[in-house]
């Protein structure tokens, strides 16, 4: 059971540097759509904690100590909201990457 969750967990990792790549290439218009839609997406798909604490981390530059200080929460709670948070994200790049190679392919 371990090798097929480290399978997943390689998969979505590998998404993510895939999306990190498209990003780079001169493809305007679908790096803007596509970011509308992960926005979008992310609110939605992640909890209105998860939502926060990856906002404070990623964009503001927070630490972990920095955001659970400001949260109100411990240190380990922000910690567990991010990496939920992360995994979603991950989980939700490798499906759009997926439809991204059926719509040009």
């Keep these: ?7 997943e967990h390689t998969a979505t990792r590998l998404a993510y540097r895939q999306y990190l790549g498209l990003l780079a290439e001169d493809d305007r218009g679908f790096r803007q759509a596509f970011r509308t839609a992960f926005f979008r997406a992310m609110r939605e798909q992640l909890t209105p904690r998860q939502y926060e604490v990856l906002w404070m981390i ?5 630490s972990c100590k920095q955001c659970a200080e400001r949260l109100g929460i411990s240190p380990s709670a922000v910690s567990r909201h991010c990496s939920r948070g992360k995994k979603r994200l991950r989980t939700l790049l490798a499906y759009n990457l997926e439809l991204r190679h059926q719509y040009f392919s």
């Excluded at 059971?1 to 399978?7: E, H, K, N, P, Q």
């Design 1 to 7: 059971m371990r090798t097929v969750a480290l399978s």
């Design 58 to 62: 990623e964009v503001e530059g927070l």
